[in-house]
């Protein structure tokens, strides 16, 4: 039951804006996004709980919609440092396991 | 630098072999996560430890087992090597204990690139 991201690539100009979604079938307690660039390890970016806030880092927000089992990732005003895969996990309802999307690789180029 | 500790950073060994990659997590996590990643593939879910129970299994192998030591060290093992199980290999560790909500950002280390030849 992994996640379902898209779109899988994304190219950019730098200062464009872009939209990651993740969705999953089942019910989620949480989602969390991670960025990893070529050769590095994931890095965290942000959680997204349950009735909980929404959460930023920099110019990178999310959303998550509980009732679709969605959420979203914006990139505004993308950075050449922005480029990388980014991948969503999902936890889900009854579970003990978090489980990472396919990922999304998105080049920004100036 | 996540404060995550892995070694070896690379390991080069023949199908048939068995081999021991450790993480050492950060002070204070309590959890070690295991994941496999091959070339340009996503994170593969193995194995998590929580102050040295196992917590959840993911896709992981028959021929692959994992433990939690008492001061919070993790070995993989990884016997009966093959081929395909050429990757690199991360350990990532976070405080709590996860699930209903309670998952904490997972720090990663720098990973083991395994290569079976």
């Known amino acids: 039951q992994q996640p379902v991201q898209s779109p899988q690539a994304v190219i950019l100009r730098e200062g464009e804006d872009a939209v990651i979604n993740c969705s999953s079938s089942?019910?989620?307690?949480?989602v969390h996004w991670y960025r990893q660039k070529h050769g590095e390890a994931p890095v965290f970016l942000m959680i997204l709980l349950k009735g909980g806030e929404q959460k930023g880092h920099d110019k990178i927000s999310a959303s998550f919609n509980e009732k679709k089992q969605q959420s979203s990732l914006y990139l505004t005003a993308s950075q050449l440092s922005y480029s990388g895969t980014y991948f969503c996990?999902?936890?889900?309802?009854?579970?003990?396991?978090?489980?990472f999307g396919a990922g999304t690789r998105l080049f920004v180029k100036a | 630098d996540s404060g995550v500790t892995q070694t070896p950073k690379h390991l080069i060994t023949a199908t048939g072999q068995r081999v021991t990659l450790r993480c050492s997590p950060r002070?204070?996590?309590?959890?070690v996560y295991w994941y496999q990643q091959s070339l340009d593939q996503g994170l593969q879910f193995l194995i998590h430890y929580y102050n040295g129970e196992e917590r959840a299994k993911g896709n992981i192998l028959e021929r692959f087992s994992a433990q939690q030591f008492p001061d919070l060290h993790s070995e993989l093992n990884l016997s009966s090597l093959e081929l395909g199980d050429s990757a690199l290999y991360f350990c990532?560790?976070?405080?709590?204990?996860?699930?209903?909500?309670?998952?904490?950002?997972?720090?990663f280390g720098p990973g083991t690139r395994l290569t079976v030849l």
């Open positions: 996990v999902t936890e889900r309802a009854g579970g003990f396991k978090t489980i």
């Open positions: 002070s204070g996590d309590l959890s």
């Open positions: 990532a560790s976070s405080v709590g204990a996860g699930g209903r909500g309670s998952y904490n950002e997972q720090f």
């Open positions: 089942k019910a989620l307690y949480s």
